[in-house]
């Protein structure tokens, strides 16, 4: 049993017997005795390493860079789209984390890391130091991965709406002004791509829409891959919910999109070409920006890590966490990230005191709808093994084929659960 | 080797003077870090969840006795006994006193 005493333990703990709390962050802050930690993206995986760096390390000196004034979360984004939210109820601010944890807020965009002078280099010229440095960018939509497609066609017919917020919008306003009996064209990548059920519950709420609004209407998934995340039960939902409305082409049976038409809104694939009045293309990714510019990627585009602590495989006192990472068996989704970043800010914090981290173990928990009423799931919980972060044999799995109406309707409340949950762990 | 790092007592406090929300770790070991992933879900001491149930403070034998059962299907559920079967009884048990105590 390894217990170590701090040097400042006792002051933070006589105050934090106090009622003056309010008071111990600033304090930490400007005393900095235990380093400075710099996390580079302010979504599920920098936010939760930045609060939880402060609540395993109060005294440590936390500076999280974030582009954007607020996160309008990928989750939740195609509720948008089915009309059952709006884009106001995903959209968060990061000032908790600032007010209630003590995490210095920095607006502004990384353009470049020297990891040998351990320092970060912003848009404005301005250069922020680091003990540790946490990466966690998110994707870098690939533009020239799609023949034909380009960001200027993103913006104005061809949304992705894979980064929710514009692009979120631009996919609802077309699907409300498409006439009834139109065809919506939804192409998913070939993997790995963030959020892998994101395109199979996007088709089963934009179904949701449809049904109610436009019944006429068509759904045509021209799919890069031959199986996808929860397949048996989105494909068994479509049959009872939707029946008639939504086709699947497996890559292998010519799914595979080879180019498209921005102009003519046609998408040609191996079984031919398709016109759509809505066509949604999700295109192939990569780490953030920052990752690859930062050469803390592979050549295939994504950060390897150690799987016990996601340390940066390419750099010493970096971090790779989330959608940027290659993380084993775990998706790149939004509660994994949340619990990479659990785990990274206790070895940061062990790190900085020189003491052995705890043994890592993670969970990820994918709730999708079919309906409003009907939810399915995929669980997993993870730890560190020699091939990566691996699944505890014989635990995990998805919801079961068959299953009462009642059972469906629950997983949808926990959706619901499992968001405000998580919103509330990441950005306090 | 259950205890690894000894974390300070932290206390997390909102902005609002009066409402006082505390959130305590006082050491940070194998059973700690893996007790944040339930946060998620079930919320944390400064935050409850609007449909899950609440699992901190609550008697350790009545989590634990309740995550065995899910564990061994003995207890309907949604996805806890996806997830308690990704644990050893040893350390579900562990993360049942963990849970009640903070």
């Known amino acids: ?428 | 080797m259950p205890f690894r790092i000894h974390i300070l007592a932290v206390a997390l406090v909102l902005t609002a003077g009066s409402a006082v929300a505390q959130q305590r770790i006082a050491t940070l070991d194998d059973t700690a870090l893996a007790a944040q992933a339930c946060n998620v879900c079930h919320g944390s001491q400064s935050y409850l969840s609007p449909t899950m149930p609440p699992i901190r403070g609550v008697d350790a034998t009545t989590l634990y006795t309740a995550l065995i059962e899910l564990k061994t299907d003995k207890r309907p559920s949604t996805i806890m006994g996806r997830i308690s079967r990704g644990y050893s009884d040893e350390q579900l048990k562990a993360l049942a006193d963990y849970l009640s105590k903070n």
Request: glycine share 10%; with cysteine; proline share 7%.
């Open chain 1, 1 to 428: 049993m390894t217990k170590t005493s701090f040097s400042r333990r006792n002051v933070l703990a006589g105050l934090g017997a106090t009622a003056g709390l309010l008071a111990a962050p600033h304090i930490a802050s400007a005393q900095a005795s235990a380093g400075r930690v710099v996390v580079i993206g302010g979504g599920f995986g920098g936010a939760t390493a930045a609060r939880y760096v402060k609540l395993f390390s109060p005294d440590t000196d936390v500076v999280l860079v974030e582009r954007d004034a607020t996160y309008i979360t990928c989750p939740f984004s195609n509720y948008v789209l089915a009309g059952i939210r709006d884009l106001n109820s995903i959209t968060h601010r990061r000032d908790p984390l600032r007010q209630r944890f003590g995490v210095r807020l920095v607006r502004g965009e990384a353009t470049a890391v020297d990891t040998n002078a351990r320092s970060v280099k912003l848009k404005d010229g301005a250069s922020l130091p680091y003990d540790r440095l946490v990466v966690a960018p998110g994707i870098e939509l690939n533009y020239a991965g799609v023949p034909g497609w380009s960001e200027q066609a993103a913006n104005t017919v061809m949304p992705h709406a894979w980064k929710a917020g514009p692009q979120t919008v631009l996919l609802r306003k077309q699907l409300e002004a498409m006439a009834d009996g139109g065809t919506v064209i939804i192409a998913p990548p070939a993997n790995p791509f963030r959020c892998p059920p994101g395109p199979y519950e996007r088709v089963s709420m934009i179904a949701w829409y449809l049904k109610n609004h436009k019944p006429k209407s068509k759904i045509l998934v021209l799919d890069a891959k031959d199986a996808f995340s929860k397949q048996g039960l989105f494909m068994a939902g479509w049959e009872s919910q939707y029946p008639g409305m939504i086709t699947w082409i497996a890559g292998k049976d010519g799914g595979k999109v080879e180019s498209v038409d921005p102009k003519g809104m046609t998408v040609t694939a191996g079984f031919g070409k398709e016109k759509g009045a809505v066509i949604n293309v999700i295109p192939p990714q990569t780490a953030g920006r920052i990752a690859l510019d930062a050469g803390l990627a592979e050549a295939n585009g994504w950060c390897a890590v150690d799987p016990a602590s996601f340390a940066s495989r390419k750099a010493q006192n970096v971090y790779v966490l989330g959608d940027a990472s290659i993380a084993g068996a775990m998706p790149k989704s939004g509660t994994a990230a949340n619990s990479q970043a659990k785990v990274v800010a206790a070895n940061i914090a062990a790190s900085l005191r020189g003491v052995t981290a705890p043994t890592a173990v993670y969970h990820n928990t994918c709730y999708s709808l079919v309906t409003p009423d009907y939810g399915i799931s995929v669980s997993d919980t993870y730890r560190p093994g020699p091939q990566g972060v691996a699944v505890v044999p014989n635990s995990g799995g998805v919801s079961p084929a068959r299953a009462e109406a009642a059972q469906r309707k629950a997983e949808a409340n926990y959706t619901m659960g499992w968001y405000a949950g998580i919103i509330a762990d990441t950005f306090g």
